[in-house]
């Protein structure tokens, strides 16, 4: 199906800027965080069923990669990275995602990060979300977690459309992007949507709108900018 453009979640389009100086604050003495790290409360959403005690390992340490990493730049989050956030109602979105056998959402863990703590490179500077080479769960804070209009719109604050603005308001209203404005689209135009429309949901809106207006819809995709997804 022919897009009008491509989001990204979140934007990756800072992948090759100047690493935020947060990163350089955080740092790995004889194999171990520093006390500040071990003093802030790190979350992880996903997998369900696990134990404290247990470890929270990179994709690429499996036995079998997850299926979202062999769409290839599709998908070009690290497999050799775990990820962390300091944001307790991000890491929830995360753990409702994760649904497994049954329909049943993932489990939210209160978890220590192990090896050197970086920013996550698919957020911009300002979210705090970190990737390191594993964590430890210290305690299950919360089991089957499902989503709900109000986490999916908190998480959708921070997805960009692939021009690098945002897809949404921090309502959740949807949002036109750049190639869409240039066709004459404006905000108003998707408020019919509702909160958390997907994405496919507002590119057919954008194509039905288009159409009903006598605007010839665009011949090619815009490419997708390096590290997008």
């Known amino acids: 199906m022919l897009r009008l453009n491509t989001p990204t979640r979140p934007r990756r ?10 990163q350089l604050l955080v740092s790995v003495l004889a194999g171990r965080l520093p006390a500040m790290t071990r003093m802030t409360r790190y979350w992880h959403g996903g997998h369900p069923g696990l134990r404290p005690g247990d470890t929270i390992r990179a994709a690429s340490s499996l036995p ?3 299926l979202v990493y062999t769409f290839g730049a599709d998908y070009p989050t690290d497999p050799n990275r775990a990820y962390v956030t300091t ?8 753990a409702a995602k994760a649904i497994h056998a049954g329909g049943v959402g993932g489990d939210l863990y209160n978890v220590r990060p192990r090896g050197p703590l970086e920013h996550d490179p698919d957020y911009l500077p300002e979210v705090p979300c970190f990737t390191c080479t594993s964590a430890v769960i210290t305690s299950v804070v919360e089991r089957g977690i499902t989503m709900t209009i109000g986490l ?9 459309w692939d021009d ?6 921090r309502d959740g209203a ?4 750049l190639p869409m404005r240039d066709l004459g689209l404006i905000d108003e ?15 057919l809106h954008a194509r039905q709108l288009l159409v009903s207006r006598g605007v010839p819809l665009p011949t090619t995709t815009p490419d997708r900018p390096a590290g997008t997804a």
């Open 13 to 22: 389009a800072d992948r090759l800027r100047e690493r935020p100086a947060t």
């Open 64 to 66: 079998t990669l997850p």
């Open 87 to 94: 944001d307790k109602t991000l890491a929830r979105s995360y």
């Open 152 to 160: 999916e719109v908190y998480a959708n604050r921070h997805t960009y």
């Open 164 to 169: 690098g603005t945002p897809m949404y308001t």
């Open 174 to 177: 949807a949002l036109p992007s």
């Open 189 to 203: 135009d998707f408020k019919v949507l509702g909160p958390a429309a997907s994405f496919d949901t507002i590119d």
